[in-house]
């Protein structure tokens, strides 16, 4: 069914570049609680079935069910708002009544998102940097989930979103006049929006963040300093160990690695998320003249670094606390299914860069798509 | 090139994570480590039990009872509420509608603590019905001490009371804060340091929920039991003889060394109620009572010395060399200075007086003539040092001073220069001069015994004895002449026409002292004789000193009273000392020898 050739492009470096991170998680969610770690060892073999799935199936053949996810995507973003269960004042989970399951469907935007950006840009490839009016035809893909999931409200994420968004819209290419226009427009606009946009419990969280920190970050804080050069055996990481880290093994998985691995471990896991962003992002220039693949790399490329910058930099008071998880790391499936699906996806886009059928015998490398 | 600039950028914001952990994890590690540690390691303490007060034959003063409490969850809705105490009361007596009232007082919507609505109960009240109770989900029993006070009043004001530290105990010893409980007056509150004693300390790892997981060490509460020289049964008699006789008062049974063996005052208060936190009615009660049983008369009461000031201040007279003590001086029944007459007690006048009917008579026109010789500055510097208005450095708290007026205190005071009728007025004790009881006791002892002791009421803390302490205040001439003032004072007590020689019942052995009569108003100047003191009404009657030591020949113990608006000092006081000598006879605190003894 997979020809030769599909081998050949399957780029195992990118797979392999995964089996750190998923081990780290393992090791650490296991030191942490065993029934976490079998629940683990389950989503991350449900994970690569999703990615095999990914991987197979032919997406470049049936484009048209991108816009498709895409809308039923946004459609439940909409159902959220109408419909959606509450916890905590944030509206952000579907109940699906039948089967009893919550979903949130802003999780999964990311992924609808950066596919449909690929597929815009794929029918919109720009002609050396889109124009003003050529960006605001495609940044409503940006902007449409960015409002609702803002709205639920889950600023953090919506946020990420948008960076991600426009940085894939940089990449791909924009008018140097219309950049430095947009740079100007954001340091106006970004004092303005704290004023008058925010809510009073957001604005607190950056208060937080700027004055003392609140009692998560401070024990997040504890653990990464107690750390050390070289970190502490699992019986002296205190901190972990008898729960004054709170939500340990997900959103603040960072804070227990930190604590157990110490500076030099930081080090280690640090270049590993450089080198996984540096890894996908290099696609940008070997795929320069693939519209469709090359803006979903440079995307994820942007999802691993702005994910792992913002989770990180919360867990040590440089940001201020939202619901992001480290990406791989943090204990959590729909997370994890996630990425492996974003994984998968960009495997099948490398190995069947020629190709527009699995049995597709007809060989025309150079002239490309 | 603009992918690039996007590498370096993400490159820089790993680098800017990275700069920060180096500063966590290493410039800041050690501040880290240490909360961390904070975070785990607790600190758990345990109370002492409070050191037990005995007296000199180790009958418990103060000491402590295991109490319960019954304490209720917060936030319970009235029918569990009532529901609850419904099933408190099928098995322990309580009054539901003042244990609704407690309990709504203390359940605020703040408060998260157990509400203790029943404090306080027997141990064999509540032992039998605690195995069904404790079943109760909504209520829980907790166990603590209760300081008790058995002799009451009798003893309250030596013994004091403890209550709850507040924000300034705590603040001197921050232990405070987990015993809650510190003396508050009395001996409570001058030995409360031992008394108290130190936490227990148990060092151990807890979790984020506070729950232990290791022990690690500890370390005792400990608290000392102190002994005092009180005989609480030598207190009680002397109490209930002045409750009898409604004599209302101070009086101090010493020994000449300084070991206080009774210290009583009447009315006094029962301290076990501020134990517990003493009620705003009955505080009012305490407070507002015209014969203040709250103050400790012996060494807080100040009162004009009278004629007990004499003994003294003929003793500074002699050992001056002013004045030669078997000279007859002729005292007429009044002097007049600038224009003001300074009268006698006894209408007449006493004619020709040496030193030792001085005493006996209690002469006044005798030392108005002697305190115009000295002067008031010399006068108020050598009775200072015989203890007159001066601390004497009893161990218990809130001792007053009292006063022994001169040119310069007056000065400071009333900004008015001194005038010859003050030092007319002071030496015999009335005008400015003002003493506590104790004061009195001290000088007695100084005259008995050439030595002024520090009263003390500790005998013993722990296991180790606490000695008492004598100064030496008397020159060398003074020393030398005291045998005068002692026959005196012997006269008083003894010789026909001794102020105190009626009143005091026959004794076995020979006493001595000087009675005093302290005026609380002054006489107007043409009256000549003056009205019988049980002719005044109450409150114009003056205060009655009777200051006595025995056996004469080997002086060992002093016993002083005041009796307020008494009237004449033998006369009131003479009766209940009379009383308190043959007790301590009986009691064997004075062992009669043979040359004690009256031939």
């Keep these: 069914m997979i020809n030769n050739k599909a081998i050949y492009h399957f780029d195992f470096v990118l797979l392999f570049l995964l089996f750190p991170f998923i081990g780290i998680s393992l090791f650490l969610v296991h030191e942490i609680s065993p029934i976490l770690f079998k629940k683990e060892i389950a989503y991350i073999t449900i994970g690569f079935v999703a990615f095999l799935v990914a991987f197979l199936f032919p997406i470049r053949k049936y484009l048209w069910i991108i816009p498709f996810l895409y809308f039923v995507n946004i459609a439940l973003l909409v159902g959220v708002d109408l419909f959606g269960v509450s ?75 948008l960076i991600v968004g426009f940085g894939t819209l940089i990449i ?198 | 090139m603009r992918l690039k600039i996007i590498l370096y950028l993400i490159f820089t914001f790993y680098l800017v994570i990275l700069v920060r952990v180096y500063q966590l994890a290493i410039k800041e590690h050690k501040h880290y480590s240490s909360l961390a540690l904070n975070n785990t390691h607790k600190v758990l303490y345990i109370k002492p039990k409070r050191g037990i007060i005995y007296d000199a034959h180790n009958v418990p003063i103060a000491y402590n009872e295991l109490r319960f409490s019954i304490l209720l969850k917060p936030h319970l809705t009235t029918p569990t509420l009532q529901k609850t105490l419904q099933f408190i009361n099928t098995y322990l007596p309580i009054d539901i509608q003042k244990v609704t009232k407690i309990y709504r007082r203390n359940n605020s919507f703040y408060n998260h603590d157990d509400i203790p609505i029943v404090e306080y109960i027997k141990y064999q009240d509540i032992i039998n019905v605690m195995p069904i109770l404790i079943h109760n989900p909504n209520l829980t029993i907790e166990s603590d001490y209760l300081r008790i006070y058995p002799f009451k009043e009798v003893l309250s004001h030596i013994v004091g009371y403890v209550g709850k530290a507040n924000k300034s105990d705590v603040a001197k010893n921050p232990e405070l804060k987990y015993i809650k409980l510190t003396g508050k007056n009395g001996i409570e509150k001058q030995y409360n340091k031992i008394l108290t004693g130190t936490l227990g300390k148990k060092n151990v790892i807890v979790n984020a929920k506070n729950k232990i997981i290791k022990e690690l060490n500890s370390t005792k509460a400990l608290s000392t039991n102190i002994q005092l020289h009180i005989d609480s049964t030598l207190q009680k008699f002397i109490y209930n003889l002045l409750k009898k006789q409604d004599k209302k008062g101070s009086i101090i049974v010493m020994k000449t060394t300084g070991e206080v063996i009774a210290m009583v005052n009447y009315p006094s208060y029962d301290d076990n109620l501020f134990v517990r936190g003493i009620s705003t009615k009955e505080w009012r009660k305490l407070i507002h009572n015209n014969f203040n049983p709250f103050l400790n008369k012996a060494i807080a009461g100040l009162y004009p010395p009278g004629s007990t000031i004499k003994p003294s201040l003929g003793l500074v007279a002699i050992a001056s060399g002013k004045l030669n003590p078997y000279q007859k001086i002729y005292c007429p029944e009044e002097i007049e200075i600038g224009h003001r007459k300074f009268r006698d007690w006894k209408e007449g006048g006493h004619g020709y007086v040496d030193i030792f009917k001085a005493i006996k008579r209690s002469v006044d026109v005798y030392y108005y003539k002697i305190g115009l010789l000295l002067g008031i500055d010399y006068i108020a510097a050598n009775l200072k040092k015989m203890g007159f208005g001066k601390k004497t450095q009893i161990d218990l708290p809130n001792e007053r001073s009292g006063i022994m007026p001169n040119k310069m205190w007056k000065k400071r005071r009333y900004h008015q220069s001194w005038y010859m009728g003050e030092t007319v007025n002071a030496s015999i004790g009335q005008g400015y001069v003002l003493v506590t009881p104790i004061q009195i006791a001290v000088n007695t002892a100084l005259m008995a015994t050439g030595k002024l002791p520090i009263p003390q009421i500790i005998r013993k803390i722990g296991d180790k004895y606490i000695p008492t302490r004598q100064k030496d205040v008397l020159t060398a001439t003074q020393k030398k002449f005291l045998p005068l003032i002692q026959r005196g004072m012997w006269q008083v007590c003894n010789s026909i026409g001794g102020t105190a020689t009626r009143h005091l019942a026959k004794l076995p052995f020979f006493i001595a002292g000087k009675t005093g009569t302290a005026q609380v108003h002054s006489i107007p100047q043409d009256v000549k004789k003056r009205k019988r003191e049980d002719e005044l009404a109450y409150w114009k009657r003056s205060h009655a000193w009777l200051t006595t030591y025995a056996p004469f020949h080997n002086p060992q113990f002093v016993v002083t009273a005041l009796i307020e608006h008494g009237g004449h000092g033998g006369e009131a006081a003479g009766g209940v000392i009379s009383q308190i000598y043959r007790k301590l006879i009986q009691m064997h605190y004075i062992q009669l020898k043979k040359h004690h003894k009256k031939r």
């Design chain 1, 87 to 161: 916890i905590l004042g944030a509206q952000r989970w579907l109940k699906i009544p039948i089967i009893n399951l919550t979903i949130q469907p802003s999780e999964f935007m990311k992924t609808t998102m950066i596919l449909m950006l690929g597929y815009k840009i794929y029918k919109n490839p720009p002609d050396k940097g889109y124009t003003f009016v050529e960006l605001i035809k495609i940044s409503w893909i940006i902007l449409l989930p960015f409002v609702l999931i803002a709205k639920e409200p889950d600023l953090g994420t919506a946020l990420v979103l």
């Design chain 1, 172 to 369: 791909v290419g924009v008018k140097r006049k219309v950049l430095i226009n947009g740079i100007v427009f954001l340091l106006v606009f970004i004092p303005f929006a704290y004023q008058f946009l925010l809510k009073d419990y957001q604005r607190n969280r950056i208060n937080n963040f700027l004055g003392h920190p609140s009692y998560h970050v401070k024990q997040s804080m504890i653990a990464v300093g107690s750390g050390g050069v070289f970190g502490k055996d699992k019986q002296k990481a205190t901190q972990t160990q008898l729960k004054f880290l709170p939500i340990a093994s997900s959103d603040f998985i960072f804070a227990y690695y930190a604590e157990r691995f110490g500076f030099v471990g930081v080090i280690v896991l640090l270049s590993l998320y450089f080198f996984l962003s540096y890894y996908l992002l290099s696609y940008v220039s070997i795929l320069k003249n693939d519209f469709f693949a090359m803006p979903i790399f440079a995307s994820v490329g942007l999802i691993v670094f702005v994910y792992s910058y913002v989770n990180i930099a919360m867990t040590i008071n440089l940001a201020p606390v939202v619901g992001i998880p480290l990406p791989l790391l943090s204990h959590g499936g729909t997370s994890f299914i996630n990425f492996m699906i974003i994984f998968g996806i960009l495997e099948n886009l490398l190995a069947f860069k020629y190709e527009f059928l699995y049995n597709f015998n007809q060989e025309n490398e150079d002239e490309g798509l």
